[in-house]
């Protein structure tokens, strides 16, 4: 039976998601593993299913979402318009690039012992947080984007006698979108770790609080549950931003 | 020279501004330090041999991930290059499992594991799969098709084609994929110390922000700034000099 | 051929480029009549394309002067449109065919609603009409190269500086677009400075052919071209005077350029 890629294949893809779902419900119901470690697939969605009636469930989606939307877009913001300040000017470069390489490899989460002591465990510290972290790959991204515009195109700029904002606003920027949206993908991952990982050291309401009371109290199928529901919202946002990129970036890969 | 006193002259300039706020008063101390303090310190990690141990327990749970991630990513890589309908079949379950934030794992690790090096390098190997999966994958399918002409001419069996073939033929990619997830194996396992694994220089930081001693906090940054760099500064010469020559030298140029 | 005017519209005077310990123009003049079409030859590396740069004010001379219209040239302007030689890195990958040919329009500071039409005109002269909402990626070199002399054009340029603009082509496409410039020039009433290599694409072109040597980059001879317009792909190459000015060139250049 010869599948072409299609319909047809991503239903038969989906098919052996099932089988497996299915393999794993058949051994658990055997009692062939833990049920403790490895809940049977309809426990968790039971509990998904009883969470999602329920409003405290929705009351920390809310909670994880509002922290990592106010991070998320205030770091881009930032990142962009200060990588482009940065990325368009040579003389502002020398003094600022080497600190940027200096950042780059610290990982996001270490900073995160600063701002508990900086603002304590709570919301604004979760906020803040992940802002931070998402910053520097915006940034980073960012600058590339703006200083590796095509020379050429500068030169038709400069032959057609655009001001310096045209110049910004027809050239520099379009050519620097595709690093700009790899840099707001990068920083949209980084977002939904921070505050995961914020939460599950503040202890506040979240998604992140969830998974973590879940294990601790042994209720592996909500903890299943949640590891679904954070799956889902990484898979979401990142389609959205998948979704924003290609139309802003329809030009390319024709 | 200049060039290189230019890209000096901000980092210096944040430290004195730090240093000079600190001692003056203007500036919390006890929430953020200042350079000397942190300097000391540094060293002074370095004397106890703390840093030494934390940075050995970060490692080893660091790199027992990076192994067993990064071999299942390279082999199922490998099997998703050669065989198409695999990769489509699979494609579903992949893009579910893939969306899942690594920390998100943590709790359950946590549940099954228990704290200690497991646990760790079970989140680690988890977030060194994909990368590798994914680069191996699009390695494999940029082979040169001339190459495995050649192999089917010669008659190869599967073994023989994909060792004497395939894998070397991907190598150079593999090589920075491998790069790329250890510098990912390094900041997931702080990240997982930091949230929950009382080992390693994650909770280091931990320890230090709870006893108040940002100096410390500060330090150990630092020191896995350094880490990580060096870490990928070594990897980085290693593949220039072992891939350098050659290029990427048996991909498909057209 | 061409009226001589009272002034030339483009000159260069005892121009000269050193950067470093390399010279790499020598006292270079040059003056190109209004309307005229004039041809610039040499080996590789000889400067042709920093003179052009120059004329187009991309460059500064580190001595001497370019001139248009009597005034110093001190920066580039859309009166001295260029053509560039890798014209897939001078077009926007991100706007359409049309798009492309707009931004010399928003240069302009023509008002939105009379754009299309102009964009329109442009795109029909060099036969790209029906691919106006295409993106340059979408199209082959040589339609490339057409939009981008189709942009230029949009800036109602008084003198075109082409630098090799058919030599990434192949050959047939190349003697196709050496038509449709001689055509298009004509009709618009441009002056052209045209830089080849290709000794027969600039006897076939030009009304005047410079040839210019190297190390340093100097003019040499130049050469009247007295064969009539419009000019034929067939005809005008087995002119015999055409083979004269041929054997004349080759003479003039080193062997192997």
């Known amino acids: 039976m010869k599948l072409k890629n299609g319909p047809l294949m991503w239903l038969a893809s989906l098919g052996i998601l099932c089988l497996f779902v299915a393999l794993w419900q058949g051994v658990s119901h055997l009692d ?35 922290r990592m939307a106010m991070g998320f877009v205030s770091a881009s913001l930032v990142g962009i318009v200060l990588g482009a300040l940065i990325g368009l000017s040579p003389r502002v470069r020398v003094y600022i690039e080497p600190s940027l390489e200096l950042i ?27 802002a931070f972290s998402s910053l520097w790959p915006v940034l980073l991204n960012t600058v590339h984007g703006f200083k590796t515009v095509e020379p050429r195109l500068i030169e038709v700029a400069r032959i057609l006698r655009l001001s310096r904002l045209q110049t910004v606003w027809k050239i520099a920027l379009p050519n620097a979108m595709p690093d700009i949206f790899a840099g707001l993908r990068l920083a949209l991952t980084v977002s939904l770790i921070l505050a995961v990982v914020t939460e599950m050291l503040a202890g506040v309401a979240g998604l992140g609080q969830n998974i973590t009371l879940a294990a601790r109290s042994f209720r592996s199928a909500d903890l299943y549950a949640g590891i679904i529901v954070l799956g889902a919202v990484g898979y979401l946002t990142n389609i959205l931003l998948e979704r924003a990129e290609n139309h802003l970036l329809r030009w390319r890969g024709h | ?70 071999s299942a ?30 920390v998100a794992l943590i709790p359950l690790a946590l549940l099954i594991h228990g704290y200690g090096f497991q646990m760790e390098s079970s989140v680690v190997a988890f977030s060194c799969f994909w990368p590798l999966l994914i680069i191996t994958e699009g ?49 997931v396992a702080v990240t997982v110390e930091i949230t929950a694994n009382p080992i390693g220089l994650g909770y280091a930081l931990i320890v230090a922000q709870e006893s108040m001693r940002p100096d410390k906090v500060f330090a ?16 980085l010469r290693v593949q220039l000099k072992w891939f350098g020559r050659m290029g990427n030298w048996a991909e498909h140029t057209s | 051929m061409t009226q001589p005017s009272a002034s030339p519209i483009l000159s260069v005077q005892n121009l000269d480029f050193t950067v470093g310990d390399l010279n790499i123009l020598r006292d270079i003049s040059l003056s190109v009549q209004e309307k005229e079409f004039v041809c610039i030859v040499g080996a590789s590396g000889c400067g042709k394309t920093t003179l052009l740069r120059m004329m187009g004010g991309l460059l500064t001379p580190t001595a001497g002067c370019a001139l248009y219209r009597g005034q110093t040239i001190t920066g580039p302007q859309p009166e001295l449109a260029v053509v560039f030689q890798d014209y897939g890195r001078a077009l926007l990958p991100w706007r359409t ?104 694409e600039a006897i076939y072109l030009g009304d005047r052919v410079i040839s210019m040597d190297k190390h340093p980059g100097r003019l040499s001879e130049t050469l009247d071209i007295e064969l009539e317009r419009p000019r034929n792909q067939l005809t005008t190459r087995e002119d015999a005077r055409f083979l004269a000015y041929r054997h004349r060139l080759f003479n003039l250049l080193p062997p192997g350029h």
């Open chain 2, 1 to 70: 020279m200049t060039r290189i006193l230019k890209g000096l002259l901000l980092p210096v300039l944040v430290l004195l501004v730090w240093e000079l706020s600190a001692r003056s008063g203007a500036l919390k101390a006890e929430s953020l330090s200042f350079p000397t303090a942190i300097l000391l310190a540094a060293a002074a990690v370095v004397a106890d041999g703390s840093l030494f141990k934390a940075a050995l327990e970060t490692f080893t749970g660091a790199v027992g991930g990076l192994a067993v991630g990064a």
């Open chain 2, 220 to 235: 150990f940054i630092g020191w896995i700034g350094l880490i990580g760099w060096s870490l990928n500064a070594s990897l």
């Open chain 1, 32 to 66: 062939l593993v833990s049920a403790v470690f490895f809940p049977a697939p309809t426990r968790s969605f039971e509990s998904l299913w009883d969470q999602m009636r329920g409003t405290d469930f929705w009351f920390a989606f809310q909670q994880t979402l509002t």
């Open chain 3, 97 to 200: 065919v049309a798009g492309n040919v707009e931004l010399a329009l928003e240069a302009r500071r023509i008002p939105k609603n009379e754009r299309a039409d102009i964009i329109q005109d442009m795109l029909s002269r060099v036969g790209l009409a029906e691919r106006a909402d295409a993106y340059p990626m979408q199209l082959s070199g040589g339609m490339q190269q057409r939009l981008q002399i189709a942009r230029c054009m949009a800036q109602a340029p008084q003198v075109l500086l082409m630098d090799e603009p058919f030599g990434a082509l192949d050959a047939m496409t190349r003697q196709t677009l050496q038509d449709e410039v001689a055509r298009l020039c004509s009709e618009a009433g441009v002056t052209v400075v045209f830089i080849t290599h290709d000794l027969e």
């Open chain 2, 73 to 102: 990513g390279i082999l199922i890589g490998v099997a998703f290059g050669l065989s198409r309908r695999l990769s489509q079949l699979m494609r579903v379950t992949t893009e579910s499992l893939r969306p899942i934030p690594s």
């Open chain 2, 139 to 187: 390695a494999v399918r940029g082979i040169e098709p001339r190459l495995i002409e050649v192999a089917r001419v010669l008659n190869f069996n599967l073994v023989q084609r994909v060792t004497k073939i395939v894998l070397p033929a991907a190598l150079p990619r593999i090589f920075v994929g491998l790069r790329l997830a250890a510098a990912v194996s390094l900041v």
């Open chain 1, 104 to 130: 780059r490899p610290l990982p996001a989460s270490a900073m995160i012992p600063v701002f508990v002591l900086l603002f304590g465990l709570n919301d604004r510290m979760i906020v803040t947080a992940i």
